[in-house]
């Protein structure tokens, strides 16, 4: 492609001046198509899909149908999210070194790291017919799926600065993937959900009405009913889940492999050597507006992490719908797709930063109102609904101002290229930290309040605890990035003065290279 288009510019050269063709020409060449960017969507769903059945599924997974002792599951889920936050940093790292090939410097990753990915997530659902040793099969697969997906994910990430140079044009991709990404997440709920639903787990009565009868008779008949009657059907339904959702991971990386190309800055095109990570890592670490972005997402991600962990438990025990929650759970996903196009053209009309505090600060008044409900299930569904259009915000605008950081940085350091992996990776690495410490709180916190695993129903302690981890301290941690986001720096007048600068950067660039091409042409 890039071939042709120097072509083209060659033989036009002679009829027109430079000049009077050239901004016609880089419209043309910059503007992505429909089908572009809807393959570019694509790419993101895979990391979605398998995440929310993780992030939803696994615990209960580990615990009732591979039957760990709480323990070792937590050292599984603990171990794997800490994992893989490393391996974003690590894949960067490895990314900023690889130098460019036919299919281009972040694709071969994607493609290569599919087949593998694939394998690993199956495994983490199949139940090995073996006494010891299951702890560190779901270890090991478990780590080897988180590092394999973010070779996938982190060049994915990186991938926006390559699909276009214009702003407007990545974040229109932007938005089309946050629109998918947001839709993967329905996907894996919906797939994992309503496979695995079909077969219900007993849940196990609290001990002061076990104890009115027989406990051990009691406790004896519930295992026997576990396990003759559902554990091989559940263990079955899981493993058709994965095999799904697995299908889905490779068609959407198929799609994306055969419809985006990577496009190379014309200032890279002289050199392959490999970018110098550490010193790439320096310059990016000190660059105040990425510091100050991270600051203000990471309070944020926070905040939404901890609805998202303990929504669950909390439809499930506080509101005491059980047999609903997935349901109120597609509600906010399905509500948060249908306004992310809404959402774009916000942060269009009003500016990114407006979009920030308009579109997050939407949640409170519904994380406040879901605290008093009791146990309405149509306020429910609307507070859902409208949880959900702040969800799409949140999505959205992290992915939609990364690439005005990375813009800005080359204003700066015009001469240091390649660092694209290195902003996306540690970006992701914060927000996986930020997913671990939820995590590590929400756990700590229901123990200390006499959480019963399984239970049919738990102490008001729980109760009370699981409100405060849904309702006030994602409020708390909301005004709190939202005052970070105070300090950042790059505005709407900014991001216009950073377009013309580039545009005017990439134009001497452009000139030089022709001037170097006529000349060599002459010498010949």
Same mark, same amino acid.
């Given at each position: 492609m890039a071939g042709g288009g120097g072509a083209e510019r060659v033989r036009a050269g002679g009829l027109l001046p430079p000049a009077c063709r050239q901004p016609r020409r880089r419209e043309s060449r910059e503007r992505l198509s429909v089908c572009s960017k809807l393959c570019y969507a694509v790419g993101g769903?895979?990391?979605?899909?398998?995440?929310?059945?993780?992030?939803?599924?696994?615990?209960?997974?580990?615990?009732?149908?591979? &039957?760990?002792?709480?323990?070792?599951?937590?050292?599984?889920?603990?171990?794997?999210?800490?994992?893989?936050?490393?391996?974003?940093?690590?894949?960067?790292?490895?990314?900023?070194?690889?130098?460019?090939?036919?299919?281009?410097?972040?694709?071969?990753?994607?493609?290569?790291?599919?087949?593998?990915?694939?394998?690993?997530?199956?495994?983490?659902?199949?139940?090995?017919?073996?006494?010891?040793?299951q702890v560190m099969w779901y270890l090991i697969f478990y780590c080897t799926f988180q590092?394999?997906?973010?070779?996938?994910?982190?060049?994915?990430?990186?991938?926006?600065?390559? +699909?276009?140079?214009? &702003?407007?044009? !990545?974040?229109?991709?932007?938005?089309?993937?946050?629109?998918?990404?947001?839709?993967?997440?329905?996907?894996?709920?919906?797939?994992?959900?309503?496979?695995?639903? &079909?077969?219900?787990?007993?849940?196990?009565?609290?001990?002061?009405?076990?104890?009115?009868?027989?406990?051990?008779?009691?406790?004896?008949?519930? #295992?026997?009913?576990?396990?003759?009657?559902?554990?091989?059907?559940? !263990?079955?339904?899981?493993?058709?889940?994965?095999?799904?959702? /697995?299908?889905?991971?490779i068609l959407c990386a198929v799609i994306l492999s055969v419809g985006v190309r990577e496009k190379r800055e014309s200032s890279e095109l002289r050199s392959d050597e490999p970018v110098a990570f550490f010193q790439g890592l320096k310059l990016v670490m000190n660059?105040? /507006?990425?510091?100050?972005?991270?600051?203000?997402?990471?309070?944020?991600?926070?905040?939404? =992490?901890?609805?998202?962990? #303990? *929504?669950?438990?909390?439809?499930?025990?506080?509101?005491?719908?059980?047999?609903?929650?997935? #349901?109120?759970?597609?509600?906010i996903m399905l509500s948060a797709t249908l306004t992310i196009p809404f959402w774009q053209w916000?942060?269009?009309?009003f500016g990114k930063k407006t979009a920030v505090y308009v579109g997050i600060s939407s949640a409170i008044p519904f994380l406040i109102l879901v605290a008093v409900l009791d146990g309405n299930l149509i306020m429910t569904y609307i507070v859902a609904v409208a949880a959900g259009i702040s969800v799409a915000a949140a999505f959205l605008?992290?992915?939609? =101002?990364?690439?005005?950081?990375?813009?800005? *940085?080359?204003?700066?350091?015009?001469?240091?290229?390649?660092?694209?992996?290195?902003?996306?990776?540690?970006?992701?690495? *914060?927000?996986?930290?930020?997913?671990?410490?939820?995590?590590? +709180?929400?756990?700590?916190?229901?123990?200390?309040a006499g959480y019963q695993t399984r239970g049919c129903s738990q102490p008001s302690e729980v109760n009370f605890t699981l409100k405060m981890l849904v309702s006030a301290v994602p409020v708390g941690l909301i005004l709190l990035g939202l005052l970070l986001f105070k300090l950042y720096p790059i505005d709407e007048e900014k991001r216009r003065k950073n377009k013309k600068a580039? &545009?005017?950067?990439?134009?001497?660039? #452009?000139?030089?290279?022709e001037s170097d091409n006529t000349e060599l042409a002459s010498i010949v």
């Open positions: 769903a895979p990391y979605q899909i398998t995440g929310c059945a993780l992030g939803f599924f696994l615990q209960i997974f580990l615990l009732d149908v591979a &039957q760990l002792d709480p323990f070792y599951a937590s050292i599984i889920l603990f171990v794997g999210r800490a994992w893989d936050a490393v391996t974003d940093p690590m894949v960067g790292f490895f990314i900023s070194k690889t130098s460019w090939t036919r299919l281009g410097r972040l694709m071969p990753w994607i493609i290569f790291s599919t087949p593998f990915a694939i394998i690993s997530y199956i495994l983490i659902w199949f139940v090995p017919d073996i006494s010891s040793g590092t394999l997906v973010t070779c996938f994910h982190v060049p994915y990430s990186a991938l926006t600065m390559f +699909i276009s140079r214009e &702003q407007s044009e !990545r974040d229109s991709a932007t938005a089309y993937r946050m629109t998918v990404e947001v839709l993967g997440s329905v996907l894996g709920t919906a797939i994992q959900g309503q496979i695995v639903g &079909q077969v219900n787990t007993p849940c196990i009565e609290s001990p002061i009405l076990i104890g009115r009868t027989n406990s051990s008779v009691a406790m004896e008949e519930l #295992n026997m009913t576990h396990d003759t009657g559902s554990l091989t059907d559940t !263990r079955n339904a899981y493993m058709i889940a994965a095999g799904v959702i /697995a299908g889905l991971y660059h105040g /507006a990425y510091i100050k972005l991270i600051a203000g997402f990471l309070f944020t991600s926070l905040a939404f =992490m901890l609805l998202e962990g #303990n *929504f669950a438990l909390f439809c499930t025990y506080t509101l005491g719908f059980r047999n609903a929650f997935q #349901n109120i759970l597609l509600a916000f942060l269009t009309r605008l992290p992915w939609s =101002m990364l690439p005005d950081v990375i813009d800005d *940085f080359k204003l700066q350091h015009p001469e240091s290229h390649g660092h694209e992996a290195i902003f996306f990776s540690f970006y992701v690495f *914060f927000t996986k930290f930020t997913s671990g410490v939820s995590l590590g +709180i929400s756990t700590l916190s229901l123990d200390f580039l &545009q005017d950067l990439r134009e001497d660039s #452009n000139s030089s290279s």
